[in-house]
């Protein structure tokens, strides 16, 4: 099956800093990549979805200029969390989707932990 | 507002036996239902997709699809205690890539 890359896996950092998570395709290319945070013992949520080439579309309550997300070729998206704080601490994953109707494919994940 | 809802279980079945997982979705208007599984502090891995009403079968395991009743079904014949982990029903609506709308996941528990 195709595979999505994730890096890095873990992250622990100071308040105040940013982060960046990077999500690459690696044998098919991704028209869409969507990022999903999941907190301990929910649900994955949808933050937002990133189109190569054309602005993200943020999920409501996402706070675009906290959550940064860069599409810029058809098999990396950047996801990268600004002034980190406590409360981002969570699990986030990425996932890649080669066209309409295709199989969604996931990242590995990275968990985040903001000190 | 899409709802995708499960039993959060956990729902503890004895090795050999048959899980049953289930799921119930909002929007009628849904298109395509997957199973994923997810161990803890992993990312979820696809198991079972099922687009028309009715039984599809892999291997072990068996998608049911209700779209008259909006419900969607998992069973795993012959558990092993490997198939133990939290498994997640997500529903895609279509009309663009919209991402998939998942359920907070039933915690399953097989039993040696």
């Known amino acids: 099956g195709a595979v999505v890359s994730q890096h890095p896996s873990r992250v622990i950092c100071k308040s105040g800093t940013s982060v960046k998570i990077e999500c690459r395709s690696l044998?098919?290319?991704?028209?869409?990549m969507f990022w999903y945070r999941q907190f301990p013992k929910q649900s994955l949520m949808l933050m937002a979805t990133?189109?190569?080439?054309?602005?993200?579309?943020?999920e409501q309550g996402v706070e675009k200029d906290k959550f940064l997300i860069n599409h810029a070729s058809l098999t990396l998206s950047t996801l990268t969390v600004t002034s980190a704080h406590p409360e981002d601490s969570s699990f986030y994953i990425c996932?890649?989707?080669?066209?309409?109707?295709?199989?969604?494919?996931f990242g590995s994940g990275t968990q985040l932990s903001v000190l | 507002q899409k709802e995708v809802e499960q039993n959060s279980g956990p729902l503890s079945v004895p090795e050999g036996a048959i899980a049953s997982l289930n799921c119930t979705y909002s929007?009628?208007?849904?298109?395509?239902f997957f199973w994923y599984r997810q161990y803890s502090g992993k990312s979820p891995e696809l198991i079972m997709f099922?687009?028309?009403?009715g039984d599809k079968e892999d291997g072990r395991f068996t998608a049911q699809l209700n779209k008259a009743s909006q419900y969607v079904s998992l069973l795993i014949r012959d558990s092993q205690p490997s198939d133990s982990a939290t498994y997640l029903c997500?529903?895609?609506?279509?009309?663009?890539?919209?991402?998939?709308?998942f359920g907070k996941g039933t915690h399953l528990i097989i039993q040696p």
């Open positions: 929007d009628r208007g849904s298109q395509s």
């Open positions: 996932s890649a989707q080669g066209g309409r109707n295709e199989k969604l494919f």
């Open positions: 044998d098919f290319q991704a028209t869409t």
């Open positions: 997500a529903v895609y609506s279509g009309g663009g890539a919209d991402g998939l709308t």
């Open positions: 099922i687009y028309s009403n």
């Open positions: 990133s189109n190569e080439g054309s602005k993200a579309t943020y």
